[in-house]
């Protein structure tokens, strides 16, 4: 079955520990990007990969890092959490570029105390 | 110049009505629009796409309008149903330059039953 998934779906966590969120898929797909989804701001884009090893900044990057090392794989990494990171956060995967459809994951709700 | 806006920030329509949601664009340069339904819990499906080339685009109960010189898209729902009942983004994207996927601030649609 065709698929993006993410690992943890809930986190709690405490200010200042580093936690690592997973994404992958197994369609292949070239570009892959991380979300978050807050009340009234819908989605906004973190990062995007346009393929390994290639990455760039979406519109709200501060507190986070990427990597591509592998193709399938777009781990969403907070180094030093802090609470107005809370948010619900979708990774998402598509064929080629962004001008295409999205496939998104079931998401990952994380609460930073 | 990247933003989407979106209204109206929520809507309810008795069922067998039309729904209505609005988008407007800034950049020119977007070659992408589509439209994404989400369920709660769940992460964001693709509905219906257009591309800027084309006035209307229809699949079934759903139609995108798409005018391109005010720098608007629509999405209707036809006949809607309490199915229907969901969370709707816009998006705009771009096949080439910047690779981000910038999305409205989503509707949340009720259908009476």
């Known amino acids: 079955e065709a698929q993006v998934t993410q690992n943890p779906r809930y986190l709690i966590t405490v200010t200042g520990k580093k936690l690592t969120v997973t994404c992958s898929q197994n369609m292949n797909h070239e570009y892959m990007s991380w979300y978050r989804q807050d009340p009234g701001l819908g989605l906004r884009q973190i990062y995007y990969?346009?393929?390994?090893?290639?990455?760039d900044k979406g519109d709200v990057p501060e507190g986070y890092k990427v990597s591509r090392k592998e193709k399938r794989n777009f781990p969403l990494i907070l180094e030093s959490p802090s609470p107005n990171q809370t948010s619900l956060y979708f990774c998402?995967?598509?064929?080629?570029?962004?001008?295409?459809?999205?496939?998104f994951g079931p998401g990952t709700r994380l609460l930073v105390l | 110049q990247q933003q989407v806006k979106q209204s109206p920030q929520s809507l309810i329509v008795q069922k067998g009505g039309i729904s209505i949601i609005n988008c407007a664009y800034e950049?020119?340069?977007?070659?992408?629009f589509p439209w994404y339904q989400q369920f709660p819990g769940k992460g964001p499906a693709l509905l219906i796409a257009i591309r800027p080339d084309v006035s209307e685009k229809k699949e079934g109960r759903f139609t995108i309008s798409f005018n391109k010189s005010a720098k608007q898209f629509s999405l209707h729902i036809m006949d809607s149903q309490p199915g229907d009942s969901a969370t709707y983004f816009c998006?705009?994207?771009?096949?080439?330059?910047?690779?981000?996927?910038?999305f409205g601030t989503g509707t949340r649609l009720k259908v009476l039953a």
């Open positions: 990969s346009m393929n390994v090893e290639v990455t």
């Open positions: 950049n020119t340069a977007f070659d992408y």
């Open positions: 998402a995967s598509s064929r080629r570029t962004s001008g295409e459809t999205q496939y």
């Open positions: 998006a705009a994207s771009m096949k080439s330059g910047t690779y981000k996927y910038i």
